[in-house]
T-cell receptor
Framework: DSGVTQTPKHLITATGQRVTLRCSPR?????VYWYQQSLDQGLQFLIQ???????AKGNILERFSAQQFPDLHSELNLSSLELGDSALYFC?????????????FGEGSRLTVL | QQQVKQSPQSLIVQKGGIPIINCAYE??????FPWYQQFPGKGPALLIA?????SEKKEGRFTISFNKSAKQFSLHIMDSQPGDSATYFC????????FGEGTQLTVNP
């Protein structure tokens, strides 16, 4: 158990809809990262937050947004969903903002867009 | 843009064999190279990591070899076991963690 909690574990929705994925980092970790894992794209970095502030942005679509709240949990919002958004979405956390890549991953949220 | 190339995509060995997974990178700003292990239905978990000023690191049955001049690094699993069957990802840290494409390892009994 990594200590990172993600909900929901599975989500099925329709094209055009909006969903919110939630992540609770390990106790004391200030950084939260979101990754998308699909069969043909591997693990793609989406965005990082550190103590409530956006720290780095990767291949995140404009239809997607994220935030980190004062209690350090984070939410990833996916809107105007398309079939191609079906993937596993992982949240990871680490203790500091600029670390060595030692991230602790949750078990992921599997999104299926029909 | 994929900055870490990983091979092979899949690998099958017999129990006791030594699977080797290779990775190459281009960005010389990378300064930390972790390997992650992922079992089905689980998130990736840190397995072992190395810095570029070290040529080899061993932790139990897992060894990383690092060739800074060639910008290549590899994972060796000694005396592999069926429980090692998983997907392995190499990664590189610069300002963010960039993953390789993954290698699905199967260790047959």
């Amino acid at each position: 158990d990594s200590g990172v909690t993600q909900t929901p574990k599975h989500l099925i929705t329709a094209t055009g809809q909006r969903v919110t994925l939630r992540c609770s980092p390990r106790s004391g970790d200030l950084s939260v990262y979101w990754y998308q894992q699909s069969l043909d794209q591997g693990l793609q970095f989406l965005i990082q937050y550190y103590n409530g502030e956006e720290r780095a942005k990767g291949n995140i679509l404009e239809r997607f947004s994220a935030q980190q709240f004062p209690d350090l949990h984070s939410e990833l919002n996916l809107s105007s969903l398309e079939l191609g958004d079906s993937a596993l979405y992982f949240c990871a956390s680490s203790a500091s903002g600029s670390n060595t890549g030692e991230l602790f991953f949750g078990e992921g949220s599997r999104l299926t867009v029909l | 843009q994929q900055q870490v190339k990983q091979s092979p995509q899949s690998l099958i060995v017999q129990k006791g064999g030594i699977p080797i997974i290779n990775c190459a990178y281009e960005n010389t700003a990378f300064d930390y190279f972790p390997w992650y292990q992922q079992f089905p239905g689980k998130g990736p978990a840190l397995l072992i990591a190395i810095r570029p000023d070290v040529s080899e690191k061993k932790e139990g049955r897992f060894t990383i070899s690092f060739n800074k001049s060639a910008k290549q690094f590899s994972l060796h699993i000694m005396d592999s076991q069926p429980g090692d069957s998983a997907t392995y990802f190499c990664a590189a840290w610069g300002s963010r963690l960039t993953f390789g494409e993954g290698t699905q390892l199967t260790v047959n009994p």
